[in-house]
Each structure stands twice: as C-alpha cells, then as structure tokens.
C-alpha cells in the first residue's frame, strides 16, 4: 500500500506530463523527411541558439526540440528510446543511470575533458551551481546571507517575513531538485536544518526553476534556495530586485549533460549535433554559447561539481530514494 | 796412396777396390763402423771413401767421431741418398766433398785430387824420372828445373803414363781412361794430348814412344 | 694444396639458431606467463572492490517494521569508478524477491556455497564481473535472507591489461633481442675458440708436424687430441715414407754402382769392339737412370717446397761461390773454365734450399753441354728490382724452335745428343723461379752458347 503510494508519487509528474510537452519547436529545414529529434529538460530560449547555428551549418537538416521536466523526460525516454536521438538534460544522476543500463551510443571524444565524459556516452558541457535567489526589495533591511548558515539564521529570527515567502524544488517532481538536494543531505547535516526552518515558514514547492524566479520576481517569493543560477542570472538582468547568491561553504554545481540514444533514428545527425554542441561550449560566450560552458577547473566557482560517477545511482535506489523522501517529507512537509 | 774404403755392400767395395788399385793405390776395406774405426786407429790414410747406410750405424756418426778426433784425413762420402738436405748437413759434417751413387770413376779421381789438393797437411808424392818431377795431385810438371803447367787431361794422362811406364796403352784404353763415358770421342783425340805432352816432355830424359798399331808407352833415357 | 671439405652447416649459425629460438620460446613463455599472471592480478583487483562494494551495501541492511531496508552509502557505488568508466549494475534480493536495483542481473538462486561468490557472467550483451554476498537478518516474524550482487563491465580492466600486455611484449622483444645478441655473441666466441685453432694449425711449417700445445676450451680437447694423433701418425708416416725412399734409393742405387764399377774395370781389360759397345751402353743408360731418379725426386720434392717457402734474406753471390767451387773437379775433367763474376752484393729473400738446387742444376746442364776446354761462366749482379744470375756457355746453344718449350717436363734438347740428361733440370728450376715470383729467359749468345737468364 505504502510502496503503490510512493510509485504514484514518483511517477505522477510523468504521469501528468505524458499527454503534452512543456514547448515543442522546430529548426531548420521544414520540408526534411526526418528531423533530429531533441529531448530536453532546458528552455527553449537557451537552446535555440545552438541549434541554430547547427542547422545553419547543416543544410537539409531539420531539428525537433522537444521540452520536458527532468522526471519525465527520463520516463518517456525510457519508454520509447527509438523515437528520440538526442536526450538533454540537468539531472545527472537519471543521464548516468539511462547510460548505464545502455540506452546511449558511444561517441568519440578525445579532446573533451575527462571529468565531463562518462563511459563515452555520456557529455557534459555546462557548469551551472544551485544558487540561492533573494528579492532585495523583500529583504530591505535585513543582511543578504553569504551561506546557508545565514539564510538559516535569517529565516529563523524573521518567521513573520519570510512565512510563505520561501521556495525551494519539490524533489518528488524534479529530478534536478532531487539531485541538488541528496547531493547537499550528502555534504551537510546544514540541509535538513535548512529543510526544517523552511517547512516551519510553510515553504512552496516548484517543480521548475523557471517557475521559482517568476514568484522571486514578482515578490510572491522573498527567496528561493537551490534555484539554478545560470537561469536566475538570466533573469536577474530584467529583474532589478534579484540577487543570486552562491553558497560560500560548498557550492554544488551540476552538469548539464547529453547522450545519443542506442536506437536514435538518425545516429549521425545526432553525432554531428554533439560534436557541434561540444564544439560551441568550448568556444564560451564569446562563440555565442548561451549557457555557462564547462568550468575549467572545480575550483573556478570555488566549490564542487557533482561528479559523473556511477555512484550518482545510489539514490535512485528505490528504498533510498524512498527514505530520503521520506525524510524531506518529514522535514518540509508534514509542518504544516 | 792409401785408401780407406767403408762400404757395407761387398760386391761393390770390391769394384771400387779394383778400380782404385787399378790406378796403382792402395785399399784398405771395412764393412762396418767398428772396424773402419779400427783401421783408422792403427793405419794412416791418405782418404777415406765413406758409405752412409752402414749395418752398424749411420756413417755420418763415424764422420762426427772422426772428426772429434781431430784426424785431418780428409772423407768423401758416397751417397745412395739424393736429397739436397742430406748434401748439406753432410759438409756441415765434416766431409769434405760427397758423390752420389753410381758414380763415374774418373770423378772420384778427380774429387779426390780436389779434395787432397786443398788438404794442406798431406803429403804429396812425387815421381822423378831423370830430370822430370811430377806432383800429380799438385798437377805440377817440372822438366829440368823449369816449372810447366798441365791441363787436367794432360795430367791424367801423364800420370798414367808415368805410374806405368814401360806398359803400353791402346789408345782405346786411353779413352775409356781420360773421357767420360758420355763424351763421343773418337781415338785420335788422344793424339792431341800426345802431342802436347810430348812438347811439354821435349828435351828431357822422358819420352812417350808410339808402337804402330799398339799404342803409347813412355820411356825414360836412362 | 687446400683440399675439398664438405662442408654442411655452420656450428656458430646452428648455435646462434638454438640460442636464438630458445630464446624467442622463452620470451613468449615469458609473455604468457606474465599476462596470464596479471590478468590474476586485475581480476583479484576489481574482485576485491567488488566484494568492497557488495559488502558496504549489505552492512546497511535492518529489518524495520518486518521490512528490509538498505540504507547504503554513496561510497557504495562510487569506489567503482574506474578509468574507463565503467558499467555498475547491482541488485538486492530478500530471500527471492528483489528489493531494487537490476531484475537483469541472474537471481541468487538457493545455493549458498562459498559467500561471496565471483562470476564472470553476460549481461546485456556484455561480459561482466559479479560479486554477490548474502547476509541473514532475524526480526520478530522470522529470518530474512538479504543477497546483494554487485557486477562491472570490464573495460578498464581489459584496458590495464592491453596496456601491461604491450608493456610485457615490448619487454619479451628487448628480452629476446638481448639475448639474440648475447646468442651471437656466444656463438661467436665459441667459433673464435675453432679459428684460433685453424690459424695456428694453418700458420705452420709443412714440416711442423708437432702436437697443438695451446691450451683449447675442453669440448674441443677430443678433437684437438685427436689432431694431435692424426699428426703424429702423419709424422711417423712421412717420417717412414722418407726412410723408406732413402731405402729405396740406396737399394737401387748401390747394385747400379757396382754394376757401373764393374763394367768400368772390365772395360780396361776388354779389347773386343762389340764387348766395349756393349759396356759402354751399359754404362750410360746407368747414368741415365740414376740421374733421371735424382731429378726426378728433385722436381718432387721442389714441388713439394714451392707450395711453402721457407724464405730468409741470402747472399746469392756466395751461394754461387760455393756452388762452382764444388762443381769445379766436373769442369776440370773437361777442362772447362768454370768462373764465377759476382759484382756487388746481390741480396735475395728465398728458400736457399730450393735456389741452391735450381742454380746448381743450370750450371750442371752448362757443364754437360759445352765442349771440353771452353768456358762456362756464371755471373750475379743486382739490377733495379733484384739480382740477376746468368749462366752463359760456349757450347751449341738452344734449339730456336725449341726454346719456348724447353722448360717443360721431360722434353731434352735435340741438339744435345746423347748427352746425359732428362730435360727435368730446366723444369725444376722453372718452377723454382715461378715459386719466387721470377723469370726465366733461354737465349743464345752471339757466339752461338746458351745463355740462361734468372731475373729476380
């Protein structure tokens, strides 16, 4: 009975998702018989520069992207891994597990940096850390927190401001919620504690980061913890009051990672696709690579990546992944 | 003069023996090494005529012995070896000439003369006949005081002439005694050297008479 | 003189080749045995982490509620990473039923035997390596058997082992061009030990029969010993062979000299012209036959010499001085002048054995052929490249149409009569000449003698 509840829970976002995708857009040739079908868990908007420049390379070349939540792209990947050729995604650890149990195609790589590879399969080509976003203007007097010991502290001595003000993932919905949070459970003790203040202010639960920095942005919310920083920035330029803050005790940055599925229609479009995909990272910003290339050391952002190890499938584990829910439950749900 | 012949082969000795005392010498023989040492100890030589192969021994151990001795009768060994090295270590020895066998009488003669012409130490007999003094191992002919070289034929046949004078020679004789057996001469070659004899003899108390038909024979006015 | 020697093989390449072979066996087993023994190695390696990670997993498991959970730790999974990043699949079972992880991966099955276990297996197309353990947890409704099974793809391990492979083989390469080296090197030390030993049985006299002295490598101790018995035996043999042919010699010899004394005496004492012909044949064709078996041993054992010379610096006009002075009582009873011009020293680097024979021979012929009461003179004088000797006499000279061949085997002079000779003299000294790296040159002087030139 217990189990049956956890799988509903597990699977309801894929199960909600399945009719439709968040966005569907095509590039390129729109007379070509077959496009390059792209599953991915990032905006449109970041991406379509890329395949842009792809396709503009690319003559006769059609590309479909296609956008979903992390969860779910991982289940309707699984489902049908014939009907996709590329799969995009920020949940690291549901990347290395699809690669793992050998949905991906090998792909050579030599000059690609061997921490951002796995098996040959599996490519990362960003470095975005979880962030924590404030509204200046909600915040007014009171100190910005540099780690999660002040955002903590802050919280706790400001319940009245910040009660229903904060917002972090809901890690049942988001794979990348949940890999930020067991990567943090997995460093500090700080995380349950911060999980506890915040189910005390009656934290919201987002199933996207997009949705997080809207509510930052329109001060529903006051702040917001494990945002991705990459898509705050973005929107931190139009929206004056939002500040991203990275965590100064132990930032956790992750990978935006892409494979070549095993069963890709279109096997060398898709390798052409990374290569350019790799190709562009490489370049930076100044090439026109709208997200946060590879860093070229873990020190760069002065903490961590999230490394590609097959120890990332530990807590996707199902009795893990069922305690650890339970646990996140117990600490931000179950105070209301 | 005297000769010692060491010759094991009996048949042999006994024709050199002949041979040598045809000419008017005499010969002593030994067959074997013991006893030539023996003649040795007891008589003087004038030459020792010496085999190599003997039944007691080598006679080059005779030759070193005879040496050691400090005898000075000079050895002509006579070999039936041919090889160079054997000549060699033979002189090297101490002999003082070596002929191979067979060999041709009138050789030994001359070897002889060669050999006791340079041993110093011996006597040198000479005939005399009136005033004509005749040294035939020196080959020196005086008439009358007066000193005349002769030829070696001239020699040969002026001695034996002389060491048989009163006998008559054919001249067939003559040839087989002054030619070697390879020199195809007639006879009346012998008349040259009669002739020239007869001139170097002119005046003296020596004369060589021709016996029509016979020969020669040499007379002396007594 | 070198004889034909079969020849099949070579000891220093059939060395070389069993070293060499052996060692290109050995540098194989080598590499066999070394790969096989890393890949124990490896194998224990990853066994080992796997047995780890099985292990980690296992410790977590607690019965809670009757219900088992694991609460494993990320190490878990993580110590398998590895340089080729390679596939990690695991699986709990509670007795039979999985809990989580891989439903690929074989189930436990009843047995028990020998925890943990290690299986090379396939999963998924792909061979990997299997740890699994079990652990019995007893709760309040009874005992629950909890089976972990970890498995890895092989990649870094197969990875590890190509590249110790390579490593090994270029090990087993250099190992076996070392010892190719060492094989030649061996092989050809041991064939200096045989040259050496050629070298100086080859550097020898042709009469030094004496046994090899030197010291020899003991294997080669029978060979050279019985060398040494073969040479002695030879020794022995030639030893005899020249007593012998002195025996032979002296038989003949002896009885032809009684003969011809005989037939000398008798001739003073016979008158009759038909009894003196007779003799007198006898007596030539004695001298004949003694002069052509002198000549004849000569030119054999001259031909012998002329492959080895026995060389040292002489003095060529003194060599001559004796030679005329023992050949003089011969001129004398011809009453031929027999002088000697000696201008200068006239040094020769040669065998004097062989040029005394070759010289005394030319004055012989001059001696036989010339005229009684002529001149037969022998001159040395040196000339640019070396001294010369001529032998010049008054006698009928060389035939014009002969002179070219005179100086082969057996052939006599035509004008000569029946003068005593074999026509052998000439060859012997021809090749006396040859053997010096001479020439010879028959010419008639311009009073008609012959004139024999030797230009050294």
Same mark, same amino acid.
């Given at each position: 009975?217990?189990?049956?509840?956890?799988?509903?829970?597990?699977?309801?976002?894929?199960?909600?998702?399945?009719?439709?995708?968040?966005?569907?857009?095509?590039?390129?040739?729109?007379?070509?018989?077959?496009?390059?079908?792209?599953?991915?868990?990032?905006?449109?908007?970041?991406?379509?520069?890329?395949?842009?420049?792809?396709?503009?390379?690319?003559?006769?070349?059609?590309?479909?992207?296609?956008?979903?939540?992390?969860?779910?792209?991982?289940?309707?990947?699984?489902?049908?891994?014939?009907?996709?050729?590329?799969?995009?995604?920020?949940?690291?650890?549901?990347?290395?597990?699809?690669?793992?149990?050998?949905?991906?195609?090998?792909?050579?790589?030599?000059? +690609?940096?061997?921490?951002?590879?796995? +098996?040959?399969?599996?490519?990362?080509?960003?470095?975005?850390?979880?962030?924590?976003?404030?509204?200046?203007?909600?915040?007014?007097?009171?100190?910005?927190?540099?780690?999660?010991?002040?955002?903590?502290?802050?919280?706790?001595?400001?319940?009245?401001?910040?009660?229903?003000?904060?917002?972090?993932?809901?890690?049942?919905?988001?794979?990348?919620?949940?890999?930020?949070?067991?990567?943090?459970?997995?460093?500090?003790?700080?995380?349950?504690?911060?999980?506890?203040?915040?189910?005390?202010?009656?934290?919201?639960?987002?199933?996207?980061?997009?949705?997080?920095?809207?509510?930052?942005?329109?001060?529903?919310?006051?702040?917001?913890?494990?945002?991705?920083?990459?898509?705050?920035?973005?929107?931190?330029?139009?929206?004056?009051?939002?500040?991203?803050?990275?965590?100064?005790?132990?930032?956790?940055?992750?990978?935006?990672?892409?494979?070549?599925?095993?069963?890709?229609?279109?096997?060398?479009?898709?390798?052409?696709?990374?290569? +350019?995909?790799?190709?562009?990272?490489?370049?930076?910003?100044?090439?026109?690579?709208?997200?946060?290339?590879?860093?070229?050391?873990?020190?760069?952002?002065?903490?961590?990546?999230?490394?590609?190890?097959?120890?990332?499938m530990t807590y996707l584990d199902r009795m893990k992944r069922q305690m650890f829910i339970q646990?996140?439950?117990?600490?931000?749900?179950?105070?209301? | 003069?005297?000769?010692l012949l060491v010759e094991d082969n009996v048949d042999l000795a006994d024709a050199i023996a002949?041979?040598?005392?045809?000419?008017?010498? #005499?010969?002593?023989?030994?067959?074997?090494?013991?006893?030539?040492?023996?003649?040795?100890?007891?008589?003087?030589?004038?030459?020792?005529?010496?085999?190599?192969?003997?039944?007691?021994?080598?006679?080059?151990?005779?030759?070193?012995?005879?040496?050691?001795?400090?005898? #000075?009768?000079?050895?002509?060994?006579?070999?039936?070896?041919?090889?160079?090295?054997?000549?060699?270590?033979?002189?090297?020895?101490?002999?003082?000439?070596?002929?191979?066998?067979?060999?041709?009488?009138?050789?030994?003669?001359?070897?002889?003369?060669?050999?006791?012409?340079?041993?110093?130490?011996?006597?040198?007999?000479?005939?005399?006949?009136?005033?004509?003094?005749?040294?035939?191992?020196?080959?020196?002919?005086?008439?009358?005081?007066?000193?005349? #070289?002769?030829?070696?034929?001239?020699?040969?046949?002026?001695?034996?002439?002389?060491?048989?004078?009163?006998?008559?020679?054919?001249?067939?004789?003559?040839?087989?005694?002054?030619?070697?057996?390879?020199?195809?001469?007639?006879?009346?070659?012998?008349?040259?050297?009669?002739?020239?004899?007869?001139?170097?003899?002119?005046?003296?108390?020596?004369?060589?008479? #021709?016996?029509?038909?016979?020969?020669?024979?040499?007379?002396?006015?007594? | 003189?070198?004889? &034909?020697?079969?020849?099949?093989?070579?000891?220093?390449?059939?060395?070389?080749?069993?070293?060499?072979?052996?060692?290109?066996?050995?540098?194989?087993?080598?590499?066999?045995?070394?790969?096989?023994?890393?890949?124990?190695?490896?194998?224990?390696?990853?066994? !080992?982490?796997?047995?780890?990670?099985?292990?980690?997993?296992?410790?977590?498991?607690?019965?809670?509620?009757?219900?088992?959970?694991?609460?494993?730790?990320?190490? *878990?999974?993580?110590?398998?990473?590895?340089?080729?990043?390679?596939?990690?699949?695991?699986?709990?079972?509670?007795?039979?039923?999985?809990?989580?992880?891989?439903?690929?991966?074989?189930?436990?099955?009843?047995?028990?035997?020998?925890?943990?276990?290690?299986?090379?297996?396939?999963?998924?197309?792909?061979?990997?390596?299997?740890?699994?353990?079990?652990?019995?947890?007893?709760?309040?409704?009874?005992?629950?058997?909890?089976?972990? !099974?970890?498995?890895?793809?092989?990649?870094?391990? !197969?990875?590890?082992?190509?590249?110790?492979?390579?490593?090994?083989?270029?090990?087993?390469?250099?190992?076996?061009?070392?010892?190719?080296?060492?094989?030649?090197?061996?092989?050809?030390?041991? *064939?200096?030990?045989?040259?050496?030993?050629?070298?100086?049985?080859?550097?020898?006299?042709?009469?030094?029969?004496?046994?090899?002295?030197?010291?020899?490598? *003991? &294997?080669?101790?029978?060979?050279?010993?019985?060398?040494?018995?073969?040479?002695?035996?030879?020794?022995?043999?030639?030893?005899?062979?020249?007593?012998?042919?002195?025996?032979?010699?002296?038989?003949?010899?002896?009885?032809?000299?009684?003969?011809?004394?005989?037939?000398?005496?008798?001739?003073?004492?016979?008158?009759?012209?038909?009894?003196?012909?007779?003799?007198?044949?006898?007596?030539?064709?004695?001298?004949?036959?003694?002069?052509?078996?002198?000549?004849?041993?000569?030119?054999?054992?001259?031909?012998?010499?002329?492959?080895?010379?026995?060389?040292?610096?002489? &003095?060529? !006009?003194?060599?001559?001085?004796?030679?005329?002075?023992?050949?003089?009582?011969?001129?004398?009873?011809?009453?031929?002048?027999?002088?000697?011009?000696?201008?200068?020293?006239?040094?020769?680097?040669?065998?004097?054995?062989?040029?005394?024979?070759?010289?005394?021979?030319?004055?012989?012929?001059?001696?036989?052929?010339?005229?009684?009461?002529?001149?037969?003179?022998?001159?040395?004088?040196?000339?640019?490249?070396?001294?010369?000797?001529?032998?010049?006499?008054?006698?009928?000279?060389?035939?014009?149409?002969?002179?070219?061949?005179?100086?082969?085997?057996?052939?006599?002079?035509?004008?000569?009569?029946?003068?005593?000779?074999?026509?052998?003299?000439?060859?012997?000294?021809?090749?006396?000449?040859?053997?010096?790296?001479?020439?010879?040159?028959?010419?008639?002087?311009?009073?008609?003698?012959?004139?024999?030139?030797?230009?050294?």
């Amino acid at each position: 009975m217990r189990y049956l509840a956890v799988l509903i829970v597990a699977l309801w976002p894929a199960l909600l998702a399945a009719a439709e995708w968040e966005d569907h857009q095509t590039f390129g040739d729109t007379e070509a018989s077959a496009p390059l079908r792209i599953l991915s868990s990032t905006d449109t908007s970041f991406f379509a520069p890329i395949i842009a420049a792809f396709v503009a390379r690319q003559p006769g070349v059609a590309v479909e992207y296609l956008v979903t939540g992390t969860a779910d792209l991982d289940a309707r990947f699984r489902d049908a891994p014939a009907a996709y050729d590329v799969v995009i995604s920020s949940a690291m650890d549901l990347q290395l597990k699809l690669a793992n149990d050998g949905f991906a195609a090998p792909l050579d790589m030599p000059e +690609h940096p061997d921490r951002a590879q796995w +098996h040959k399969r599996l490519f990362g080509f960003t470095t975005e850390p979880a962030a924590i976003v404030v509204n200046k203007e909600l915040f007014a007097d009171l100190p910005l927190p540099r780690s999660r010991q002040d955002l903590i502290e802050v919280l706790r001595a400001n319940p009245e401001r910040f009660t229903g003000k904060v917002g972090t993932y809901d890690v049942r919905d988001s794979g990348l919620g949940y890999l930020f949070a067991t990567q943090d459970a997995r460093s500090s003790e700080t995380f349950w504690r911060l999980m506890e203040v915040m189910g005390r202010l009656d934290a919201r639960l987002y199933c996207c980061s997009g949705e997080m920095i809207d509510d930052l942005a329109t001060g529903r919310l006051a702040v917001a913890y494990n945002v991705l920083g990459s898509y705050a920035e973005a929107r931190a330029t139009e929206a004056g009051a939002l500040t991203v803050i990275l965590p100064s005790e132990f930032p956790t940055a992750m990978m935006r990672t892409a494979l070549i599925s095993r069963a890709a229609p279109q096997p060398e479009v898709a390798k052409a696709f990374l290569r +350019h995909l790799i190709q562009m990272q490489a370049g930076g910003g100044d090439a026109g690579f709208p997200l946060p290339p590879l860093a070229t050391s873990n020190d760069a952002t002065g903490g961590t990546s999230i490394s590609l190890d097959p120890a990332l499938m530990t807590y996707l584990d199902r009795m893990k992944r069922q305690m650890f829910i339970q646990e996140w439950e117990n600490a931000i749900v179950q105070q209301d | 003069m005297k000769y010692l012949l060491v010759e094991d082969n009996v048949d042999l000795a006994d024709a050199i023996a002949a041979r040598i005392k045809f000419d008017g010498h #005499t010969v002593d023989h030994a067959a074997r090494i013991d006893e030539a040492v023996a003649f040795v100890q007891t008589n003087e030589y004038d030459l020792i005529l010496l085999d190599i192969m003997l039944p007691d021994g080598d006679g080059r151990s005779f030759l070193r012995q005879h040496r050691a001795t400090a005898n #000075t009768t000079p050895v002509i060994v006579l070999t039936a070896r041919s090889q160079v090295s054997d000549r060699i270590s033979l002189l090297d020895l101490g002999a003082d000439d070596y002929l191979t066998k067979p060999f041709d009488h009138a050789e030994l003669q001359a070897r002889c003369r060669a050999v006791l012409r340079r041993n110093a130490g011996a006597a040198h007999s000479t005939l005399r006949l009136g005033d004509v003094e005749f040294d035939s191992v020196g080959g020196v002919l005086k008439v009358g005081g007066a000193v005349i #070289t002769l030829r070696n034929r001239e020699l040969r046949l002026l001695e034996l002439l002389m060491t048989a004078r009163g006998q008559v020679f054919s001249k067939q004789k003559l040839v087989d005694r002054l030619f070697s057996y390879d020199d195809d001469v007639s006879e009346n070659a012998i008349e040259v050297y009669i002739a020239r004899l007869r001139k170097h003899l002119e005046g003296s108390a020596v004369q060589i008479t #021709t016996l029509r038909g016979l020969g020669y024979r040499l007379d002396h006015d007594r | 003189m070198t004889a &034909e020697v079969h020849v099949h093989g070579s000891l220093r390449r059939r060395l070389g080749l069993i070293l060499t072979g052996g060692a290109a066996v050995l540098a194989v087993i080598l590499y066999l045995a070394v790969r096989t023994f890393a890949a124990q190695i490896a194998q224990q390696g990853q066994d !080992s982490i796997l047995n780890a990670s099985v292990t980690s997993i296992l410790d977590t498991a607690v019965l809670r509620d009757g219900e088992v959970l694991l609460d494993f730790p990320y190490a *878990s999974l993580s110590m398998l990473g590895t340089s080729a990043d390679d596939r990690v699949f695991y699986a709990i079972h509670a007795d039979d039923r999985l809990l989580s992880g891989y439903d690929s991966l074989p189930a436990p099955g009843a047995s028990q035997d020998s925890l943990p276990r290690f299986r090379t297996t396939d999963h998924g197309g792909e061979p990997v390596r299997m740890a699994t353990d079990a652990r019995t947890l007893i709760g309040a409704q009874g005992q629950t058997t909890v089976t972990v !099974s970890v498995a890895q793809t092989q990649d870094a391990l !197969s990875e590890t082992l190509n590249a110790i492979s390579r490593r090994v083989a270029l090990f087993g390469i250099g190992f076996f061009a070392l010892s190719t080296a060492l094989a030649l090197w061996a092989a050809a030390t041991t *064939s200096r030990q045989l040259r050496r030993l050629t070298t100086s049985v080859t550097r020898r006299g042709p009469q030094d029969l004496r046994p090899v002295a030197q010291p020899v490598p *003991s &294997e080669m101790g029978p060979l050279v010993a019985s060398l040494n018995t073969l040479m002695g035996r030879l020794d022995h043999a030639l030893t005899r062979s020249e007593e012998f042919l002195a025996e032979a010699a002296h038989r003949v010899r002896t009885p032809l000299a009684t003969v011809r004394a005989y037939a000398e005496t008798t001739l003073q004492r016979v008158d009759n012209p038909d009894n003196r012909k007779a003799l007198h044949a006898m007596i030539r064709a004695i001298d004949e036959s003694s002069r052509a078996a002198s000549q004849l041993l000569d030119h054999a054992m001259v031909t012998f010499r002329a492959d080895t010379l026995t060389r040292e610096d002489l &003095e060529l !006009s003194e060599l001559l001085r004796d030679l005329v002075d023992r050949m003089r009582p011969v001129a004398d009873m011809k009453d031929i002048t027999l002088s000697l011009r000696a201008e200068g020293p006239a040094v020769l680097h040669g065998d004097a054995i062989l040029l005394q024979n070759a010289l005394r021979n030319l004055i012989d012929n001059a001696l036989k052929y010339a005229p009684a009461e002529t001149r037969v003179e022998v001159a040395v004088r040196s000339e640019g490249a070396g001294p010369v000797v001529t032998v010049i006499d008054e006698g009928p000279g060389f035939d014009a149409a002969e002179i070219d061949t005179l100086a082969t085997r057996f052939v006599r002079g035509k004008a000569m009569g029946h003068t005593i000779g074999s026509g052998l003299g000439l060859t012997i000294v021809q090749a006396v000449v040859l053997a010096h790296g001479a020439t010879m040159t028959l010419s008639n002087t311009a009073e008609g003698g012959a004139c024999v030139t030797l230009q050294f």
